[in-house]
């Protein structure tokens, strides 16, 4: 069974400091893992994704993860916040394996940025 | 590319109504397509697997005969909310699989029931 615990329900950051959204994983074999961003009254939009191969990954945005797996974590990262980034953030794994490609989601963070 | 539509966008009916919704890969073909439901400031639980031309995978929990299903193509799904009721009202959002390892979301529906 693989699970996902996002730390933090809300997050809220000053504009043009770092954003830091943490993520970790339970997972019998490696998995994949994804950040997705949600808007308001919309669906959910891929930011970055890990599978195989260089553990930083880069995504939209500016946004990037480092996968982590002796700590079985994959926190989220911008350096400077912008308006533009408060929004639902929800961290995603899936089990290679798994010929269905379900995901498991964690419950999401939402971010704010004030002024 | 990997563009995922979803129509209506939002719709409000009676109770005792029935709602349906479809799900559109509009520049892919979906090996597979995801159903699943929102609840305000929740997590997306997912509610059936579906590939085409095979009846859906329903997740423990979720009643097969009030969440029809149908995969009719590689390009459309369609859930339905049969004989809906206010506890019905949600965000229904579905996500499509071209064969890799990402999915690709849909806008949401936003159903209400009155």
């Known amino acids: 069974a693989q699970s996902v615990t996002q730390l933090g329900s809300h997050v809220s950051v000053s504009e043009g400091a770092l954003v830091l959204l943490r993520c970790n994983y339970s997972s019998s074999v490696p998995p994949y893992l994804f950040w997705y961003v949600q808007y308001p009254n919309q669906g959910l939009q891929l930011l970055l994704k890990y599978t195989t191969g260089a553990t930083l990954v880069k995504g939209i945005n500016g946004f990037e993860a480092e996968f982590k797996k002796s700590e079985t974590s994959f926190h989220l990262t911008k350096p400077s916040a912008h308006m533009s980034d408060a929004a639902e953030y929800f961290c995603a794994v899936r089990t290679p394996t798994d010929s269905w490609g379900k995901f498991q989601f964690g419950a999401g963070t939402q971010v704010v940025v004030t002024p | 590319g990997a563009v995922v539509s979803q129509h209506p966008s939002r719709v409000i009916c009676k109770s005792g109504t029935s709602v349906k919704i479809e799900c559109r890969s509009l520049d892919f073909q979906a090996t597979t397509m995801f159903w699943y439901r929102q609840f305000p400031k929740q997590s997306l639980m997912l509610m059936a697997t579906?590939?085409?031309?095979?009846?859906?995978?329903?997740e423990q929990g979720v009643e097969k005969d009030k969440f029809l299903i149908n995969h009719a193509s590689l390009t459309l799904s369609t859930l339905t909310v049969t004989s809906a009721h206010p506890e019905d009202s949600s965000f229904y959002i579905c996500s499509a699989n071209r064969g890799g390892e990402t999915q690709y979301f849909g806008p949401g529906t936003r159903l209400l029931v009155l």
């Open positions: 579906s590939n085409e031309g095979s009846k859906a995978t329903y």
